[in-house]
């Protein structure tokens, strides 16, 4: 599945030098695998009934150009390695600004935890399957 979240540079999003602050680009990158689970039938009601959620061990961000208020950016989404199972996953998501020059690359590894034994676990198959559907990285690597 390809996935693209666009959205708004808000004034709450800026640092004193009026660019984009760090934890912005990682909010808009959490907003944008929010929104691809969601499309993937993996909703808050699904993770709340299962008892299970996303967890993150890393997250990582490159920044190459500065956003400014007002802009418009795109977020991409992609499995860029993850176990057969979907229990163990790194993704992916590079922004880009409107002129589509790439402003950042953010790289989070995660797995998915029981939030009743606070221990991890794996999704049911049939929606690691959906998961597993997550347009893959041109360097997709499958973990052990």
Known sequence: ???????????????????????????????????????????MRVFQKLHIGPILFREETTYLREIGANETITVTTELSKARKDGSRWSIRHEIFKKDGVKAAVIVVDGAWMDVLKRKLTALPDELAEHFMQIKRSADFEEME
């Open 1 to 43: 599945m390809n996935h693209t979240y666009t959205g708004k540079v808000m004034w709450s999003h800026l640092d004193a030098n009026m660019h984009m602050r760090h934890s912005a680009y990682a909010d808009f990158a959490a907003q944008a695998r929010l929104e691809i689970l969601e499309e993937m039938g993996l909703d």
